[in-house]
């Protein structure tokens, strides 16, 4: 599936990562997460030692101020728990990878034949680790927020330089929640004509469906979105995750719009055949007229039904000698004058 994710069908990942310290939570939201229709469930992988000094503060919504390496410390998960959980993504037929943060947790991951890496947006200019993981020829999903354009030129560059040009970018900002004034959609676009060859996708952090929603039907080609059981649980996350009804809407909101979206090519719909010849108009007789009888503008007029000769030939038609008896309501055809 993740080979295919390029295609038309937009690639649904739930982010589970931080929602769970222990494999019964992260079965449950597996389960969650596969009934609800996504492609992927993805982790993040970290030890509190290596992304955070004990220096660094978070000072956001969904936190307030508080440590971060103490709130890392909490939710970091074991190699042994990394497994399980992936074997059971895996059991649920769903694709699954990670969030690595230094080349240490790239290398545990490496054991388990990841099929892809995801870089967060805290380490989107972090040059040495983005070259580490393109090194592992793994498809990248980067996220942006916090970027600027020429940043991501920065970053894409090291990682093609690396040999590697599986390369997703990811539209974010790092606001958790990200309130709508800041979405700024278009500039998932602006990438879009940035990267004409990257993909492009939309890695969220509001509260809410609409956000993913719509940057799907403004050509998104990933859609990611953290994801829980419940908004309450403990945990910085699961405020702004979607819960499983939000899920289901986001993937059945986006299915719908893919098969809206049709072809692109302006013709008449399937369903439209039989109302294009019932509600389309034609030229019709309203005075009798006999065979060998000049057609006068008083004898014809436009109204449905439109198998006969089009609107755009009324003109046409005036002065033109009738074939054959033409009664009123007739529909005029090309053989009749």
């Not at 895996?90 to 943060?101: G, V």
Request: proline share 4%.
């Amino acid at each position: 599936m993740l080979n295919n994710y390029l295609q038309a069908r937009c690639y649904i990942i739930a982010e589970i990562g931080g929602n769970f310290t222990n494999f019964e939570q992260a079965q449950r939201l597996i389960d969650e997460a596969a009934e609800c229709g996504v492609d992927a469930v993805k982790l993040q992988t970290y030890r509190a030692e290596t992304v955070a000094s004990k220096l660094a503060l978070f000072d956001m919504e969904n936190t307030g101020v508080v440590s971060q390496y103490n709130l890392f410390k909490t939710y970091e998960i074991d190699e042994e728990l990394h497994h399980k959980v992936f074997q059971y993504i895996a059991s649920k037929k769903l694709d699954w990878f990670s969030t690595p943060s230094h080349t240490d947790d790239v290398d545990m991951l490496e054991k388990f034949s990841i099929s892809a890496y995801k870089i967060g947006s805290d380490d989107a200019v972090n040059i040495p680790l983005l070259k580490y993981i393109a090194h592992q020829s793994k498809p990248v999903f980067l996220a942006t927020g916090m970027c600027t354009m020429q940043e991501v030129h920065d970053s894409v560059n090291a990682i093609l330089e690396a040999g590697n040009e599986k390369i997703t970018l990811l539209h974010a900002v790092t606001s958790y929640p990200t309130h709508p004034e800041n979405v700024n959609l278009l500039a998932m676009q602006a990438m879009m004509r940035e990267f004409p060859a990257l993909a492009i996708g939309y890695s969220d952090h509001t509260l809410g469906t609409t956000a993913c929603i719509c940057a799907a039907a403004m050509g998104a080609k990933v859609i990611e979105k953290h994801f829980t059981y419940d908004k309450k649980a403990p945990g910085p996350d699961h405020l702004l995750s979607a819960d499983p009804v939000e899920m289901k809407e986001i993937v059945s909101k986006v299915r719908e719009f893919e098969v809206m979206r049709g072809s692109g090519i302006k013709r008449p719909a399937d369903s439209e055949k039989n109302t294009r010849i019932n509600n389309r108009k034609s030229i019709v007789i309203v005075n009798p007229i006999r065979k060998g009888q000049v057609i006068g503008e008083q004898d014809i007029i436009v109204k449905r039904p439109g198998y006969g000769i089009e609107p755009k030939f009324y003109h046409q038609i005036v002065g033109r000698t009738a074939n054959k008896n033409l009664e009123v309501d007739d529909v005029l055809m090309w053989g009749d004058c």
